[in-house]
């Protein structure tokens, strides 16, 4: 079992930035691959970046340049962070922290993250 906590999220300006946070806890050696997902209204749960155990990443070609992701190990706590920079209207949406473990997928709460015009 993983759990994932989110943090983060609010309200910023069109070019401003906004850092989210995602504690996993639990069986966090099992995870795989971390990531940020995102949802907005009427549209489906896209991959924004992702993150492998080895390092490696990958971004969705609209946040490429923008948005960073990273992940940091400590004390039996695995966390992934996500810089977005550069923000834009059409980020707006609620974020998801995933973790994969094999063939399961955990998710997060969510984090609202709203970029006025």
């Known amino acids: 079992q993983v759990q994932l906590v989110e943090s983060g999220g609010g309200l910023v300006q069109a070019g401003g930035s906004l850092r989210l946070s995602c504690a996993a806890s639990g069986s966090i050696f099992s995870i795989n691959v971390m990531a940020w997902y995102r949802q907005a209204p009427g549209k489906e749960r896209e991959l924004v970046a992702a993150i492998t155990r080895g390092g490696s990443n990958y971004y969705a070609d609209s946040v490429t340049g923008r948005f960073t992701i990273s992940r940091y190990n400590y004390n039996a706590k695995n966390t992934v962070f996500l810089q977005m920079n550069s923000l834009k209207p059409e980020d707006t949406a609620v974020y998801y922290c995933?973790?994969?473990?094999?063939?399961?997928?955990?998710w997060g709460q969510g984090t609202q993250v709203t970029v006025s015009s």
């Open positions: 995933n973790a994969q473990v094999f063939s399961t997928d955990y």
